[in-house]
């Protein structure tokens, strides 16, 4: 199955790219960035497990012609990938109104600036 | 009641606070006060709810309802799982209760604000609870993540909440940035899980784990560990916790500490007894020493803290690393003592953040250093923050020493002496800690705090009903030993037990027979050993609060939220590689 092994290699270097640029970089909108490199990482990921071989998408009444059961990607894990996009939408809201806000408090997006809290 | 009555009632101890939500903006426009007693109404109704559904749970069942009628078929249930055991509702009947508290001093703590804000304050405030109660039903993977999310958004939104303070939007921003990790590998692992062995549901899930797990199955485990870990503020994913307790406002600071970081241990305790079962073993010896560096290492950075509620917020990561240690005993004492702790801990780490949020109400003081001679000013506060203070540092009869006791039993019972020993020197360095700020609070005054102002009727309430539930704790200690906490380290062990019921509607857990002896002589003179032995390390700690080795090891916690996530990281690739590489 050449198609999700590379899909799995994808998901496994998004989440890596998100995981790197929360490491590394100190903008907080390339941070919040690299939090939806990780989210996206789970799409792939979520949707690469439900593939079947050969498969057709999860929405049916009868099974078409010529598939068997097995033959239908699985509509639960594209579910999740749905709930988690949902998730992801208010949470890159919610960090950027964050972000906005102290930007505003210390006109500056630098991480290594905005630590007061420490010890 | 019965269990064909109770199961389909299971829902409204989750939706009577979510309705509380959603109605709290609106009602606060007529009146703040209407709002306010709606929400408490509701929340207590949740309580009822579940105090209803105890006989039967605590009685040693599993109450299980499946919403939408999507019942199991051939073993198999894909529908949503409600499964109240003994662990997840005695956890459920806390935060209701002591949610509900922590509402009525926080709407009348800042019942100054203008109706808008304390509408969607209280808003957000019963979402996090709701959210939490759901988590600790719940029977179903991805529902569990779901909850944690619930939970999760509504925190970041209350630590953020007085946009005009930028130590709370820092807090907020390190929150949000560890804790979202924290979800993507929870998520991750459940549809890991899901997609190698086809369950959801937590029962069908054991069932199918059974045997030797795979690589994919440990991975998973690790994953989970680390995501719930973050929650529970456990080392080394504990980097956003002392920001966030410290930054946001006093009640908020007690829901935090007092009833979500124990979530996590709530879902970890889940996760490792009761699905992943024989296999979770493995698991153990991770969590036991991640528990043990979290006890030992919070204590130690609370005992050089000045900040009052930082002081609590390190203090309250080395509980959750007692609660660890007790979940990894594996014996019916160690995990009975768990439960009882993560109750106590509900009590009095609440008890004492309301009286740091008192204080800076009273006096705008936040610092121990500008509080000299308050608990003689304050008289009610200065009983209050001494019972919080005592129960903690588990002296008789308040409720820590019987919970730190049994864990304590559990370690001797499973020949683990070198973490009792660790336990030991967490519990010395916790007393001086809190000793410490008692001190502050009860030294002679020295003028230094210019105003204060009198405590309003719901702060005064609030701050009793949790100092009576200190003490009533650990006076009531046989009938609470036997008929809540016993059942709960009941339900944990007897996992085969929980996935029989979680896939066939409900059913009995086989018992397990615990026993604290109160007056055990060793047991007796540890504690009065931790409070002698306690003396000179305050001593040491308030002469020298700037030995090189002390501000060196503090420069651990740097305020960089990319050292956070680099150590959560850490966390993360030693957990999955130590579980595979052990297997």
């Known amino acids: 199955m050449p198609v999700i092994v590379a899909n799995y290699l994808c998901a496994a270097l998004l989440f890596c790219l998100g995981l790197f640029t929360l490491l590394t970089r100190r903008n907080l909108i390339k941070m919040v960035m690299g939090l939806s490199l990780m989210e996206a990482s789970t799409y792939v990921l979520l949707l690469s497990l439900a593939y079947r071989p050969g498969s057709t998408a999860p929405v049916l009444l009868d099974m078409p012609p010529g598939k068997s059961p097995e033959q239908v990607a699985d509509p639960v894990l594209q579910n999740f990938c749905l709930t988690a996009i949902v998730i992801g939408v208010a949470v890159t809201g919610v960090s950027l109104a964050v972000v906005v806000r102290l930007a505003q408090h210390y006109r500056t997006l630098d991480a290594d600036e905005i630590r007061e809290l420490r010890g | 009641m019965s269990a064909d009555t109770l199961g389909p009632l299971l829902a ?210 690790g994953l989970l560990l680390v995501g719930f870990a973050t929650k529970a503020g456990l080392v080394p994913c504990h980097g956003w916790l002392p920001d966030a307790h410290s930054a946001a406002p006093g009640p908020v600071s007690a829901l935090f500490s007092g009833l979500m970081v124990n979530f996590g241990i709530v879902a970890i305790g889940r996760l490792v007894y009761s699905v992943y079962a024989e296999a979770g073993r493995a698991a153990l010896t991770l969590l036991l020493v991640a528990g043990l560096i979290s006890a030992v290492g919070g204590a130690f950075f609370a005992l050089f803290q000045d900040d009052l509620k930082r002081l609590l917020a390190y203090d309250t990561i080395a509980q959750m690393g007692v609660l660890a240690v007790g979940l990894a005993t594996a014996t019916a004492s160690g995990l009975a003592g768990t439960t009882y702790h993560l109750i106590n801990h509900a009590l009095f780490k609440a008890l004492l953040f309301l009286c740091a ?76 800690a809190l000793g410490r700020a008692a001190w502050r609070l009860y030294a002679r005054p020295s003028g230094t705090i210019e105003r204060t102002e009198r405590l309003r009727p719901g702060m005064l309430v609030a701050l009793v009903a949790l100092g009576v539930g200190c003490l009533a704790f650990g006076v009531l200690e046989p009938w609470l030993t036997a008929h809540v906490m016993t059942p709960s380290a009941s339900a944990l062990l007897d996992h085969a037990g929980y996935a029989r019921a979680a896939l066939s509607g409900g059913g009995p857990i086989a018992g397990r027979s615990v026993s604290f002896d109160y007056l055990n002589p060793a047991e007796l003179l540890a504690t009065f050993g931790t409070v002698v032995a306690a003396i000179p390390v305050l001593r040491f700690a308030q002469r020298h609060p700037d030995a090189r080795f002390i501000t060196r090891v503090r420069a651990v916690q740097s305020g960089s939220v990319n050292d956070y996530v680099a150590y959560q990281a850490a966390g993360l690739v030693l957990a999955v590689v130590a579980l595979i590489v052990t297997q």
């Open chain 2, 12 to 221: 409204l101890p989750v939706v009577l606070p979510l309705t509380g939500a959603a109605a709290a903006p609106l009602l606060a426009r007529l009146s703040a006060r209407l709002s306010m007693a709606v929400s408490i109404l509701l929340l207590a109704g949740s309580a009822g709810v579940l105090l209803a559904a105890a006989p039967y749970v605590f009685g040693g069942h599993v109450l299980v309802h499946y919403f939408g009628g999507w019942g199991p078929v051939d073993g198999h249930v894909l529908g949503v799982t409600f499964g109240a055991d003994s662990w997840g509702l005695a956890f459920a009947l806390v935060t209701a209760v002591v949610g509900a508290i922590l509402l009525l001093f926080m709407l009348s703590e800042q019942g100054d604000l203008g109706p808008r804000e304390l509408g969607w304050f209280s808003c957000l405030f019963q979402l996090l609870l709701a959210g939490l109660i759901g988590g600790a039903l719940t029977a179903d993977m991805v529902n569990l993540f779901v909850w944690f999310e619930v939970a999760a958004l509504a925190s970041y939104a209350l630590t953020a909440f007085f946009l005009e303070r930028p130590l709370a939007l820092e807090a907020a921003f390190k929150m949000l940035v560890l804790t979202n990790v924290a979800s993507f590998v929870v998520f991750m692992a459940a549809a890991l899980l899901y997609a190698d062995r086809g369950a959801l549901n937590m029962g069908q899930l054991q069932q199918a784990l059974a045997g030797r797990p795979g690589i994919v199955e440990l991975a998973a485990l």
């Open chain 2, 357 to 432: 949020g008192a204080i800076v109400h009273a006096t705008g003081a936040t610092k121990l250093s500008e509080m000299t001679g308050l608990g003689r000013r304050m008289r009610w506060l200065g009983v209050a923050f001494g019972a919080g203070a005592v129960a903690i540092a588990g002296i008789p009869p308040l409720n820590g020493y019987v919970s730190v006791g049994l864990i304590h039993e559990g370690l001797i019972e499973s020949h683990q002496f070198g973490a009792l020993a660790a336990m030991v020197l967490a519990q010395v360095l916790t007393v001086a």
